[in-house]
């Protein structure tokens, strides 16, 4: 399949790109290290705890035998992505990944580097279409067998007039039960206020708006679904194979929960 070459705004930040350069990548413009460097302190090892708990999440998922991954909000790929982490313990795992951002498409051939045995693919959708993210995830996924929906780092980037409650039922009602819902989002209440107040500002100040959350309202987005042990904690502290390891200052929630 022959594609087209994406045109990318240089002139406008956004937040996969602004997570790339907070990670250290060099995918990314100077409007973009304008935000990530006017960010609170921190706010790097926010990215990589972030991250770390994304492999933790789908590792999980992946030896409890999910050999299918819908990633949205995929970002620019950092070694190792999701299906490196999943294809090492099952290689017959197939990924769908979705951004809405033309530079990961540019990148969509590292993401396609699938071993032989399985399969990736990589979907330029928006989030708040969850439809047709869905439709074009059925091209490669068979949705009668359980999948594993990660949002890994997206939901604080729609605020509540972009409605991410609903997106997220959609998205999980498309799915048969069995399937498992992997999130993480800021969390307004264990953020001291300047640090929610600064990150806010500065993500705004670049276009970017930004939506932190309470663990109650973080919780909502689990309704009818049976949250995973540890449940909602702070990202360093979801871990399901050993004793967590506290990492301070991390004001991100996490949590996996199984569709029943």
């Given at each position: ?175 048969p039960a069995g399937s498992y819902l992997v999130l993480s989002q800021a969390a307004s209440d264990i953020a001291p206020p300047e640090f929610a107040r600064k990150g806010a500002e500065e993500y705004e ?15 909502r987005f689990f309704d009818g679904l049976d949250l995973v042990d540890p449940g909602i904690v702070p990202v360093p502290e979801w871990t399901r194979d050993a004793p967590a390891h506290p990492v301070a ?12």
């Amino acid at each position: 399949m022959t594609r087209v070459k994406p045109q990318v705004d240089t002139s406008t930040s956004h937040p996969a790109r602004v997570y790339d350069c907070l990670l250290g990548g060099k995918d990314n413009y100077p409007v973009d290290q304008a935000v990530a460097d006017a960010l609170p302190r921190g706010s790097a090892e926010h990215a990589r705890q972030n991250r770390a708990f994304m492999h933790r999440a789908v590792g999980w998922l992946a030896h409890e035998g999910i050999d299918q991954f819908l990633d949205i909000g995929t970002g620019i790929p950092t070694e190792p992505n999701l299906h490196q982490i999943v294809q090492d313990i099952t290689p017959r795992a197939r990924v769908v990944y979705t951004d809405n951002d033309p530079i990961v498409l540019r990148h969509a051939e590292a993401l396609l580097i699938s071993r032989p045995e399985g399969a990736t693919d990589y979907v330029e959708a928006d989030v708040r279409d969850p439809e047709a993210v869905v439709g074009h995830a059925r091209g490669l996924l068979d949705l009668t067998r359980p999948v594993g929906l990660s949002l890994i780092g997206l939901l604080h980037f729609l605020p509540d007039e972009d409605d991410p409650y609903t997106i997220v039922r959609t998205l999980v009602g498309a799915l048969p039960a069995g399937s498992y819902l992997v999130l993480s989002q800021a969390a307004s209440d264990i953020a001291p206020p300047e640090f929610a107040r600064k990150g806010a500002e500065e993500y705004e100040k670049g276009g970017i708006p930004i939506q932190g959350r309470t663990g109650e309202e973080f919780r909502r987005f689990f309704d009818g679904l049976d949250l995973v042990d540890p449940g909602i904690v702070p990202v360093p502290e979801w871990t399901r194979d050993a004793p967590a390891h506290p990492v301070a200052d991390i004001y991100l929630y996490g949590a996996v929960a199984r569709v029943p």
